[in-house]
């Protein structure tokens, strides 16, 4: 099921040609699949202290589309396309008005506190699976 996230564009996103800086979208992105995770009740400095499991985007695909302006207000929908024991796919589609944006595919891998790579706790698994 989607998670919509939404956000205002403000003058610090934004570049010399009055649009969002390239960059920020990936920032919006990240907050919105952050709020996904608490949704489901799922906080990752919580799971970090607890079990040592963090996540590291391992592979951004973005697609750019059209631009963002000052004070526009966006929505990030955040859906869940592949999971596995150790990676997270999301897809992430970033649209003003219905249109789309900036479409993003995200891997995220579960690392431990060396940054190895090692297993999502089981029930986290669970709840995403839901």
């Known amino acids: 099921m989607p998670h919509n996230f939404q956000t205002r564009i403000y ?3 934004t570049d010399a ?3 969002v800086y390239y960059a920020n979208y990936l ?3 990240e907050r919105a699949r952050t709020e996904w995770l608490r949704v ?3 906080e990752q400095g919580e799971i970090l202290e607890k079990t040592g499991v963090g996540f590291v985007v391992r592979r951004c695909n973005v697609c750019f589309m059209s631009p963002a302006r000052l004070d ?3 929505d990030v929908e955040t859906s869940l396309q592949k999971l596995t ?3 997270i796919t999301m897809r992430q589609i970033i649209s003003l008005n219905k ?3 900036v479409e993003l595919e995200v891997e995220l891998a579960a690392v431990d506190r060396k940054f190895r790579p090692t297993r999502i706790p089981a029930d986290i698994i669970n709840i995403m699976e839901k």
């Open 11 to 13: 003058y610090e996103d």
């Open 17 to 19: 040609a009055g649009v």
């Open 27 to 29: 920032k919006f992105a």
């Open 40 to 42: 489901l009740g799922v």
């Open 72 to 74: 526009d207000v966006i």
């Open 85 to 87: 024991k150790a990676r």
């Open 99 to 101: 249109k789309i944006l």
